[in-house]
Each structure stands twice: as C-alpha cells, then as structure tokens.
C-alpha cells in the first residue's frame, strides 16, 4: 500500500486555496511515485477544503490519473471525533484500490457514541503533577477539542492557532497561548496548558511515540499529523479489501485466500 499525507496549504481555506499554482502541491509527485511504486492499494489524506467545488476538476484529473495506472478512487470525509479522537478534525481521504481487490473495500463505520469528552480524556495528565483543581477542571471541559494546529515554517509557534483556536480551548478551560513544559503544578490557580504530550494524546498517538526535536518542532509534528486511530481504521479496511476471507462459487470452484501473509495469485479447489 502507498500511503501519505500531501501538503495541504494549496488547499486549505486558511490560505489561498491554489491548488497546482501553489508550489507545495505534491499531488503530482504522490501520483508519479504511485505509478513507480505500483502498489494494490494508496491512501491520501489532505484538509476538507480539497472538496470544495472549485476542485472538483482537479479530484477528476486525479482520478483520471489512477484510473489509467488500474485503481478504483474514493473519496471521503471522515471526523476524527467519529473514531474515538476527541477532536474536531474533519480529514478528506482517498483510497485506490487496484480494480481486481475494488469490489471488496468498504469504508469504516463512524461510531461517535465511543469518543469521551476533552475533560474525561485528559484528566489524569492534568492530575499528574498533582493539580488540585483537575477535577474541576476536567468536569467543566465537556465536548471534544478543536482542531489541533501545527503551523509550519512560516507561520505558527509552540501554541494551540490562531484566535479562533484558542478562543475555542477558552471554552474548555485550557490556556492556547503557549504550550507547557510539565503539567500544571498542584497550586495552579488559572487555566491549564497542554503539554506536547497531551497534544499528542488528543491526536490519538500512543503514549509510547517518540518524538525528536524541540517543543516548537515536535509540536508541528503532532499537530500536522493525520490521527493514528482514523489511519487505522482506514487501513484495517484496505486490508480487508485486499485480502477476502468469503470463499465465493464460480463454475463449481471455490477461490481461497490463505492468511494474512499468503494471498496468492490464484488458488482453487474443486467441489465435488
């Protein structure tokens, strides 16, 4: 499988929305490196504004694109609040199934019931340094976070975005201005302040991640990453895709797929 996250400024509505005039369009490269590569099955994922129709024909030349390479395109918005990350973080995706695994794919169910509130999943991390106010804290912090923003080179530093962002962590009793160094200690009398790793919690990585640089650096990385749990979901659906456990009857034969790390090209038996 091929799987990636192209830049998503020439599309985002908090820029320019470019598209193939804006230099960081990696599209083209993502669809070169597909052709090399010639995978089963690809993955993209990019910002929710790539659906706007004033991209409507730049998604066709991209399927045009992996229809002439064998590949059957999708594309879906999907909430990351839908898969248990409690944040506001609509993702479009696009999954390419080769034409002869297609008929297989399904996308992944949303289940929202499952994603507790930003108050419920982080009230142990805003407990660790002792903080006697976490209760309170994590009580009043009912609803799911907003989108996590990493920034990039040029613009964003070690905080939460831009006004409205932080405006919106407000709500839910979290100071955006800065990220904190160690969770907030047993006399903190104002709001609280993620940690880096909390962001990374909000996001859905695993508390055994590591990740390298400083504050401002590792911050972009998590918050510019697509979040683990959607990505696997989508994955385990691929993977499905590609490997059929239904035995089907044609011609009073029964195709059959091995295990997970034997899918052969052609394996029968017949019925008698």
Not at 98 to 103: E, I, L, P
Not at 122 to 149: C, H, S, Y
Not at 176 to 187: M, N, R, S, V, Y
């Amino acid at each position: 499988m091929f799987a990636g996250g192209v830049p998503c400024p020439p599309f985002s509505k908090a820029g320019k929305q470019l598209g193939h005039g804006d230099e960081r369009d990696l599209f083209p490269t993502a669809l070169r490196l597909i052709e090399e590569c010639e995978p089963k099955a690809v993955m993209l994922e990019n910002v929710r504004g790539l659906l706007d129709p004033v991209f409507s024909d730049y998604r066709e030349a991209i399927n045009t694109r992996l229809r002439s390479m064998g590949f059957a395109p999708s594309w879906r918005l999907l909430h990351a609040s839908d898969f248990g990350v409690p944040q506001l973080r609509p993702r479009v995706i696009c999954v390419a199934i080769a034409d002869d695994y297609a008929g297989h794919f399904q996308w992944p169910t949303p289940d929202p019931s499952q994603t507790p509130s930003i108050g419920e999943f982080l009230r142990d991390d805003m407990a660790a340094g002792g903080w006697l106010g976490a209760d309170d804290w994590a009580r009043g912090a009912e609803g799911i976070a907003p989108t996590l923003v990493g920034g990039s080179k040029k613009h964003g530093g070690p905080d939460l975005g831009p006004t409205r962002a932080r405006k919106a962590w407000a709500v839910l009793g979290v100071d955006g201005g800065t990220l904190g160094d160690q969770p907030p200690a047993p006399d903190l009398s104002g709001m609280p302040r993620l940690t880096v790793q909390m962001a990374a919690k909000v996001q859905g990585f695993p508390p055994q991640w590591q990740f390298v640089g400083r504050k401002t650096h590792t911050y972009r990385q998590v918050g510019n990453a697509f979040p683990p749990p959607v990505a696997r979901a989508v994955g385990a659906a691929i993977r499905s895709a590609l490997q059929p456990r239904t035995a089907t009857c044609k011609d009073f034969q029964v195709k059959l797929w091995p295990s997970e790390d034997q899918v052969p090209e052609t394996s029968f038996v017949s019925i008698s």
